[in-house]
């Protein structure tokens, strides 16, 4: 049984977007449209979590993520405490198991779980008590599934329907947990062809398996694509062997006008942010026409709503947690 | 007189268990008692510091009981400032009265006071503007008494009363506030009889002029009693002269099955946390159905809300501060 | 034109005292005055700003001046998120502009800026979306408007005009961007004359062209002055070559009731905070009746409500931004 469900097969956790079913998958896309509508106003609050609480449980440093994320909460007027692990409980020496136990005392809701270790916010969701959510915000290399869900988000604002799409991401997919969750949401939705675009330094043995064609050029991954997806760089994976020097990855794998003339001329083009200008694509892709990159941002507090909303904002949920 | 008290015998800050009349230390857990209700539900809010100012003011830094203490006054609905002394004005040389008075300016209502020297709490209270609340959420090794009232809650939602109750506390008697500000509670509010068991090395000269039995080993300080309070040992001790290897602490003074087999059968284990597992007691006991560790955690914010709601929810406190 | 007026001449960003039209300065007074109101009450707070999201983007770290934006936001009852740059998005190498996009994409309606380049506040309001506003919370040696806007509330609360007024600035005014806004903000309201008084390796070359009169000694520069605004000394000057000892430097321009003899017998003495005793001036002069320091602070609180309210306050402000 997935964790991420309850018995009657409605959302409990938020962990990764693998083996969520479809209807699920669109009912967060349509729960975060409708909160589109309240954060363009000037009144930018509803009362639907009121009197909630929600721990941004940080174990890795992430302004902007823990900012999107508190944000959101605050906007659907829930109290949100942050407690970054690393200057905190950890120095005492307690464990996981203890602090989550201690927390969940406290009568919290929900944990917005950072940490870099892969599978820690199932971990949690796992131990958690009945009441309790868990939102993964990001673990190790293994999933990022609210930044997917953004990114299906804005795709589907541009493109409407997934089926007729040819989606290509970009970059370093061996280290990156949110293409891992961007794959499994784009086949979960349909996508019509799912792309990745590396070096062979960059992708995982057996990427085929998770349901993707594997391209080694831009030219020819790019061709006739209606989505560009690109992933962020690890500087420092260039100080190791699996890469060039940043000119020559540039070169290579750098969005440009030119290497973007084989796309499908109504092509977006996307980034997780923050982006390294000039090494995953140069300015004039950045801030073009095509880039909808400030709309990810966007959408990722409405998106973080809907999700909070649908695993805080059920009749019962919480009480007596 | 007591700086705690105002001339109508009603408490104005919170510093210490020492000196406190029974009554009003009754009166603290029967407020709490009221608060339970609150933080169990879905909205775990009540509007009774709506507008009002609290000000986390740590020196010393505590993630847990920071959190506490900002839930606690959230729930009420006050603002929460949390302010890292160390990382702040300090380092620009501002006098600890100087910091007080422009706080104060800014028209805060209390100050939540935790600082590594014994006496601060006071020393600020004694400073403080007459509109102004503070509650010592630690300092040095003198007193943690908003500890010591969720332990006596929990003591009292197991056992009733204190009168028949013989209760141990156990570990590091001379260096710790908590066990200072426990004992005066017990005393202040019956209980039958207060024991101490530690070695030699651990327990201040004439600790029983503190009003307790004073025990060197668990056996015979564990015998028939009702309550076992244990405390967290300081892992820096150990490097020092005044305590032998963790191990050979855990086998004359951690809390085992074995040992606690001398005590009530209905006895009841407490730990401050975070436990050091293993070395305070092993996991069969903190985990087991005698233990209400956890439930102390939860105690922890309604006794924290009973105590602001006392200082603040005045009619005509935070007035013209 | 300015950036910080609206084609109405309207406040739109709050950067800097130079250059604002004296009905505008007053107008910010008058504002401040009428919350000075709710923050001396129990509910220390109005709805004027709720559902509207600030962030406190402080690049150079100063808890004093974050917590008064922050207690004047959440008075106004806005929704606040505190971003420590220095420890965040920077170190992944984001551009300031990338940074600034991002927020803004999270639909946030004000920034508040602290920045040890001059300039940066400009730059950010320059380049921000048309809904949002910005207000500088200190930018390098160039302004710290809000401080100048609550010392001349504090002023005005004590002699009523400044047309009659002879105002002394004491101290480091090279470095000094409270000195420049205190300048300009007592020259726009139309005070009778403004001194500074400093030694001249602590004085910009050409100063008298901001409209001062300039005194080398306390003796002459503080003859019947009506308010002797002193500046805070960075102890690190004293370092290097700029200044004597801090003895010599208390010496010649600490302030001392034996210096004040020469001013005005209703003087009133302010100070930005905090005070180097014994270096800017004693004790019984900061502490002595003249001392308008702590209502500075008081002020302050008052001050940026009123900003905030009039930047963000404004029918159609912050929406579709």
Redesign the interface.
């Known amino acids: 049984m997935n964790v991420q469900l309850d018995n009657q097969g409605r959302l409990r956790h938020f962990l990764t977007t693998e083996g969520l079913p479809r209807p699920l998958l669109e009912q967060i896309l349509d729960t975060a449209e409708s909160f589109t509508g309240v ?7 509803v009362p639907l979590l ?4 929600v721990i941004n449980l940080f174990f890795e ?1 992430s ?2 993520t823990r ?2 994320f ?2 959101a909460a ?2 659907l007027s829930a ?1 949100v ?1 942050n ?1 970054n692990v690393a ?3 950890q120095s ?4 996981l198991l ?2 989550l ?7 919290c809701d929900a944990f917005v779980v950072r940490h870099a270790d892969s599978g820690t916010a199932e971990f949690i969701a796992r131990h958690a008590q009945p009441g309790i959510s868990v939102l993964n915000a990001g673990d190790g290399r293994h999933a990022h599934p609210t930044q997917a869900m953004l990114d299906m988000f804005t795709i589907r604002q541009h493109k409407g329907s997934f089926e007729p799409l040819r989606v290509a991401i970009v970059g370093d997919i061996l280290h990156s947990r949110v293409a891992r969750s961007q794959i499994h949401a784009l086949n979960g939705l349909g996508a019509g062809e799912v792309r990745v675009i590396a070096p062979r330094t960059l992708l995982p043995r057996d990427v085929e398996t998770l349901g993707v064609r594997v391209f080694h050029d831009m030219q020819s991954g790019l061709r006739d694509v209606d989505v560009v997806m690109m992933l962020r760089l690890q ?1 420092e994976r260039m100080t190791g062997a699996l890469l060039p020097s940043e000119g020559e990855y540039f070169r290579l794998y750098g969005l440009t006008e030119e290497k973007l003339a084989v796309a499908h001329p109504e092509a977006i083009i996307m980034h997780p ?5 000039g090494v995953e694509m140069n300015s004039a892709v950045a801030d073009g026409p095509r880039s909808v990159i ?2 990810q ?2 959408n ?2 409405a998106v973080r709503m809907a999700l909070m909303s649908m695993l805080l904002g059920r009749p ?5 947690a």
Chains 1, 2, 3 share one sequence.
């Open positions: 954060i363009g106003k000037s009144v930018k609050k009121r009197g909630r609480t440093p302004t902007r900012t999107t508190e944000l605050t906007r109290d405490l407690i200057v905190s409980s005492k020496g307690e464990s203890d602090m136990r201690n927390l969940e005392a406290m009568q500087r942010g923050p982006i390294n200008r400030l709309q941002v966007t990722g507090v019962g949920s919480g009480e007596d």
